[in-house]
C-alpha cells in the first residue's frame, strides 16, 4: 500500500466496514498517527466509497477534547484517506477485561469526558450510534477519546438507529428495543454512559448472557441495582448510575445535565479522599 504524501506507513493492524487501519508516522513531526484507507480494489462505485467520504466529512467537521482528533485527509488517484490521532492505545475495554472495579476517582472521570463528547455531538446535531467500551480509548495523560465515526449519523437518522440494532446488548437503551418508550435521542448514548460508569464502578456490565436475552433485561427495566454489586460505594454512586440509566428516557438527563451530573460527582471532595485507619498507640507498660 502507497503512503500518503508526508507520512511512513507502517503495517495494517485493524479493519471494519469502510476501510483498513495502518499505523504510521506523521514525517514533519515525527509522531505517530493512523492511517484509514479503503481496501486496495474497492471501487467509486462500492457503498464503502460513499460511507468512508461520509465519515472524513464528519470526522473533520468535529474538534473536542473528548474526540478523535483529525490530522490530516485526501486522496490518491481519487481513493480518499483519513489521518488520524493514533489509535494504539489502551482501550476501556481492556481495562475492563479483568471484570475488577476501576477507582471511583477514574471511572468518574472516563465516565465524565464522555459525557462531554456525546454533549459536544449533539450541539452539533449527531448521534453516537454504538457507545461502548470498544470505542473509548485512554490515551495517558490525555482526556478519554470516543472513536470509530462511521458509527456517528446525523440526529435525523435517530430511527434508523433503532431499526439497525447495532448498539452493544450490554449498553443497550430501552427505547432502542421498545418503540412504546417514545423516539431515540441522545439520550440513548446517556443510558449507554450510565451503564459503562455501572460496568466500570463494578467490574461487570449491567447484564450478561445471550445478546437477546441482555437486550430484553434492558427494555424491561431488571438490571440488578448496582448496589446489590457494590455496596459499600457512597449513595452518590449508585444515585448518578441510577439517573443516567432511567428506564424512561424523560426521566434521563439529557447530555448537558449528564455533564452537569458527573463534574458534580468528579468535584465531590469525598471521592478523592483517601481512607486512612487510625493507628492504636500502644500504652508503655511500666
Known sequence: MTAPPGYDLGPAYAEDATGVFY????????RPVTVKMLREGTAKDDPAFAHFVKEIAVVTSL????LLLAVDSGAMRGMPYLVTESTIEPTLLKALRDREPLAEPRAVRIALG???AIRHLESKHFIYKNLNAKHVLLPRPAAPKLTTFRLVKPISEAAVFRRSNVQS????APELVRD???PVTNRANVYALGALLYHMLSGLPPADGLEGDVRELHADGEIPPLKTLRPYLRDRAHTVVGKLMARD???RP???TAVALLEAYANDPLLNKSITKKKRRRRRRR
Open 63 to 66: 474538534e473536542h477534547a473528548n
Open 169 to 172: 446488548a450490554n449498553y443497550c
Open 254 to 256: 439529557d447530555p448537558g
Open 180 to 182: 412504546d418508550l417514545g
Open 23 to 30: 499505523k504510521a508516522v506523521q514525517v514533519s513531526l515525527a
Open 249 to 251: 428516557p424523560a426521566a
Open 114 to 116: 464522555i459525557a462531554h
